[in-house]
């Protein structure tokens, strides 16, 4: 695999993408009140080793672009520790079998593989943001759905185990577990800025602000105002660079459950809908006005003419990931199902020819996680690191052509290929859970980052 070399002298930037391996335990349970595929596909049976290919084949395309890529282990499932937390008991079998009669819902929750969708795991700030000059995360409470908000514990301690060095790294605890600092991590956060190197203008957008009354009407908004400004403040961020914008709420009430679903941005482009936030105008003048970068800042807006929000969430164009190539210029990597869907393609064809940074479109194919409404850039946390940082991260989760051939072995070894709700009841897919992600942890050395490997 390619990776740029280090201009003479200069400190480099990289954007370094870490995907969520998706877990043993991947099914389709319609656990995402708002989230659209979640709710449309809750009856399909899923097929976890073929989901894990798809998240392996889309990180092994985007380091053969030459870019950095990081692997991101699933939380284990299932939680055994709330289920006991609920009340059940006995052995870890027993556990399964007395939820699985009382309260399957409860069994789908703590079985969910959903942090497979690292845009969620954590909100980061690189260091050339922060006062103190260090790389600062805060996982994400994920507050607004159980199955998510019991992500954050582990994510904190896998976070840890990838980004060691205290002299690099500052680690927060995820916000208060209460609905005022409802926190969906990076996927409601976009930084714009002349190169990753340089100080950037951070835009948190949230689904509400506590104190108004603007707010969506049928499905819930999952960032608060509140928890965006908690965790400005707690990487050190200055006030100037960070604007907070809210999102319409109209859209929200369309399946617009996360801002990366209405909008992406990388480096000096913003690629919005003309939907996207509460009262666009001015907050499209304040991007503007808030930026400092001196190359040009490409505002993106694409029309409802162009592309409806309806058409927008089906296709998920707009939770492409957008990239900068080592050679120079953008590519948008973008979901298979943008070329069903002719206005986004269309729209996207037209885009590459248009004088603007994008370059490249690429297909790729995660179906598996785009039914449960999880699309490219829901599986990646953005995580901008300096040379230096990068060295000190651990290397064992930067994937190389033979940790790929080693995560396809594992998987093939471990993962099944038809999971349905009958088959979260049977013990055994417990055993082979931990067994994988017990074999895991050693793969990429994240040392005993599991409840199972703690107790
Ligand atoms: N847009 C971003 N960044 N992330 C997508 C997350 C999808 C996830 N789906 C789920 O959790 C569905 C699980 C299920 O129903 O089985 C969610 O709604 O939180």
Redesign the pocket.
């Known amino acids: 695999m390619v990776h740029s070399a280090p201009e003479g002298g200069k400190m480099n930037y990289y954007e370094v993408n870490f995907d969520g391996l998706v877990g043993p335990t991947h099914?389709?349970?319609?656990?995402?009140y708002g989230?659209v595929a979640?709710k449309a596909n809750?009856s399909l049976f899923s097929n976890p080793k073929q989901a894990a290919l798809q998240g392996l084949e889309k990180m092994r395309a985007l380091s053969q672009l030459g870019l950095y890529q990081g692997v991101f282990a699933p939380n284990a499932r299932p939680d055994i520790k709330t289920l006991r937390a609920l009340g059940f008991s006995g052995s870890d079998s027993d556990v399964i079998s007395q939820a699985a009669k009382a309260e399957p819902q409860l069994l789908k929750a703590c079985y969910?593989a959903?942090s497979m969708?690292t845009?969620?795991a954590a909100t980061i700030s690189p260091s050339c943001d922060t006062k103190d000059g260090k790389v600062h995360f805060t996982p994400a409470n994920l507050n607004n759905?159980l199955?998510?908000a019991i992500e954050a514990e582990t994510t904190g301690r896998i976070l840890q185990a990838v980004f060691t060095d205290e002299e690099y790294f500052a680690h927060h605890p995820s916000l208060p577990q209460h609905s005022l600092f409802g926190d969906e991590g990076a996927?409601n956060h976009t930084r714009l800025t002349d190169a990753y190197g340089h100080s950037g203008l951070a835009i948190f957008v949230y689904g509400e602000d506590i104190h108004s009354h603007v707010k969506p009407q049928k499905f819930p908004a999952r960032q608060t105002l509140q928890a965006s400004q908690a965790v400005a403040r707690g990487h050190q961020l200055n006030p100037k660079q960070c604007l907070y914008i809210q999102q319409n709420p109209d859209v929200i009430d369309e399946g617009v459950?996360?801002n990366?679903?209405i909008a992406i941005g990388n480096e000096n482009v913003f690629l919005f809908h003309q939907k996207a936030f509460y009262e666009q105008a001015a907050a499209v003048h304040a991007i503007r006005q808030s930026y400092t970068g001196s190359r040009p800042l490409h505002l993106i807006e694409v029309s409802q003419a162009d592309v409806s929000v309806e058409d927008a969430v089906q296709s998920y164009i707009f939770?492409s990931q957008l990239v900068s190539l080592p050679g120079g210029g953008m590519a948008l990597i973008a979901p298979s199902e943008c070329q069903q869907v002719n206005s986004v393609e269309t729209y996207l064809s037209a885009l590459k020819s248009a004088s603007n940074p994008v370059d490249d479109i690429i297909y790729l194919d995660v179906k598996q996680s785009m039914r449960?409404?999880?699309g490219p850039?829901?599986l990646r946390l953005r995580v901008t690191l300096s040379e230096q940082e990068l060295a000190a991260s651990n290397q064992s989760c930067i994937l190389t052509d033979s940790l790929y051939q080693e995560l396809v072995t594992w998987v093939s070894k471990y993962y099944r290929d038809r999971l349905c709700e009958q088959d979260l009841a049977d013990p055994q897919l417990l055993v082979e859970s931990y067994t994988a992600l017990d074999e895991l942890t050693k793969i990429l050395s994240l040392g005993s980052v599991y409840d199972f490997q703690r107790i």
Not at 27 to 32: E, I, P, T, V
């Open positions: 099914n389709y349970a319609g656990l995402s989230n979640s809750a969910s959903s969708w845009a969620n759905k199955h998510r996927a459950f996360h990366d679903v939770n449960n409404g999880g850039a829901c």
